[in-house]
């Protein structure tokens, strides 16, 4: 909006000329989010305390350390849509259309989230909406934002997957594009819900994430860097960064009260939308495989939920104690803030392997 407003101005007044800088803009993104998330937590918290009262159900098979969090609000997520959208309306050129599409598929599946959060709390059990449901309706969000991000993409790699670690390799996936692209926003979505199991464990991992795809979409934009760096050049994809830079901002204003111990919890309000977006945007960017690296966090969690179903109906035996892996850990006597700090070493390692690929071509 800014964007918009001031940009005219420039040639009168100069100073207006910081709002044509993507960098200048995706700062003032990351500190518009985090001030909102400070300011909107604390009564937000106050009255999702009064209006949930016994808070998020806990499970009595999980690990008995969490019993205690028993009362503490969910919906979370709430917080982190707010800021990340007044902020990235604020910075972004509103004319961009894969800025709509990403933000189109974080709210549509935000809302999912908080339908499933609310059934959990009205009806005191975890089933919340039926997983066939929101599925379906994840789909139909995705197949919406997947043809307009078709029809906005250039027509020479609009349906390509491009390969990392190669040069100016892609595979046309035709139609099957579309397919592909709800594997990835949905399964990046779901990813992330199955990894907030703990007080600030999937938030980093979202907030480091974010920060890649930040710098990647920035550089895909950027016709020189991209050529230099012989990644795929996407026009427009700069103002992503600006997204990226809001979603860095309301994720560390939230961590400031999900920290150990939560004053609240994301739910599925914020991780289902949180990680759609980064499939989303991954997409744009044509960086799909380098997010199940730098998410790669997220990866070993649906794996290790997958695997532990897959085992169990198989044989009868459970591979791990407990799914997520995140669980595994916690009864094996690991203290929560052990597993979270461990985890999120982790998702930094993965991240700059993710890196590492823009150069390694």
């Known amino acids: 909006?800014?964007?918009?407003?001031?940009?005219?101005?420039?040639?009168?007044?100069?100073?207006?000329?910081?709002?044509?800088?993507?960098?200048?803009?995706?700062g003032g993104a990351i500190m518009t989010a985090l001030i909102i998330s400070f300011i909107i937590a604390p009564p937000m918290i106050k009255w999702l305390k009064k209006k949930q009262k016994e808070g998020q159900p806990i499970r009595n098979d999980g690990p008995e350390t969490h019993l205690k969090k028993a009362g503490t609000p969910t919906m979370g997520g709430l917080m982190i849509l707010i800021s990340v959208s007044i902020s990235t309306i604020l910075w972004a050129d509103l004319t961009n259309k894969f800025v709509w599409y990403a933000m189109m598929v974080m709210g549509g599946y935000g809302l999912?989230?908080?339908?499933?959060?609310?059934?959990?709390?009205?009806?005191?059990?975890?089933?919340?909406?039926?997983?066939?449901?929101?599925?379906?309706?994840?789909?139909?969000?995705?197949?919406?934002?997947?043809?307009?991000?078709?029809?906005?993409?250039?027509?020479?790699?609009?349906?390509?997957?491009?390969?990392?670690?190669?040069?100016?390799?892609?595979?046309?996936?035709?139609?099957f594009?579309?397919?592909?692209?709800?594997?990835?926003?949905?399964?990046?979505?779901?990813?992330?819900?199955?990894t907030d199991g703990l007080d600030g464990l999937a938030i980093v991992p979202v907030a480091i994430a974010a920060a890649c795809f930040g710098l990647i979409s920035y550089l895909v934009g950027n016709e020189v860097f991209s050529g230099?760096?012989?990644?795929?050049?996407?026009?427009?994809?700069?103002?992503?960064?600006?997204?990226?830079?809001?979603?860095?901002?309301?994720?560390?204003?939230?961590?400031?009260?999900?920290?150990?111990?939560?004053?609240?919890?994301?739910?599925?309000?914020?991780?289902?939308?949180?990680?759609?977006?980064l499939g989303t945007i991954a997409i744009i960017t044509k960086h799909e495989l380098v997010l199940a690296i730098i998410g790669g966090l997220f990866v070993l969690e649906t794996v290790s939920?997958?695997?532990?179903?897959?085992?169990?109906?198989?044989?009868?035996?459970?591979?791990?104690a407990m799914a997520p892996i995140h669980h595994h850990f916690e009864k094996k006597g690991w203290s929560e803030p052990t597993v979270v700090?461990?985890?999120?070493?982790?998702?930094?390692?993965?991240?700059?392997?993710?890196?590492?690929?823009?150069k390694l071509r």
């Not at 964007?3 to 803009?25: G, H, K, S």
């Not at 990644?231 to 427009?236: A, D, F, L, Q, T």
Request: hydrophobic content about 55%.
């Open 1 to 26: 909006m800014l964007y918009n407003f001031l940009t005219p101005l420039a040639e009168d007044y100069q100073i207006f000329n910081l709002f044509r800088y993507l960098t200048f803009r995706t």
């Open 112 to 175: 999912i989230g908080f339908a499933d959060d609310y059934l959990k709390l009205t009806k005191r059990n975890h089933k919340g909406l039926p997983g066939k449901v929101k599925l379906l309706l994840q789909f139909l969000i995705g197949i919406v934002a997947t043809l307009g991000i078709m029809e906005t993409l250039p027509s020479e790699i609009s349906t390509h997957v491009a390969i990392p670690f190669f040069k100016d390799f892609f595979i046309n996936l035709s139609w």
């Open 177 to 194: 594009f579309i397919p592909w692209c709800l594997l990835v926003m949905v399964g990046s979505s779901n990813a992330v819900n199955l």
């Open 228 to 277: 230099y760096l012989q990644i795929p050049y996407v026009v427009g994809t700069g103002e992503l960064a600006i997204l990226c830079g809001a979603l860095i901002g309301g994720a560390m204003g939230f961590l400031w009260f999900n920290a150990p111990p939560a004053m609240i919890f994301m739910g599925d309000t914020g991780s289902l939308a949180m990680g759609g977006v």
């Open 305 to 320: 939920v997958i695997v532990q179903v897959a085992s169990f109906k198989l044989t009868g035996k459970r591979v791990f």
């Open 341 to 358: 700090i461990r985890f999120w070493i982790i998702a930094v390692i993965l991240a700059l392997i993710g890196l590492s690929t823009l």
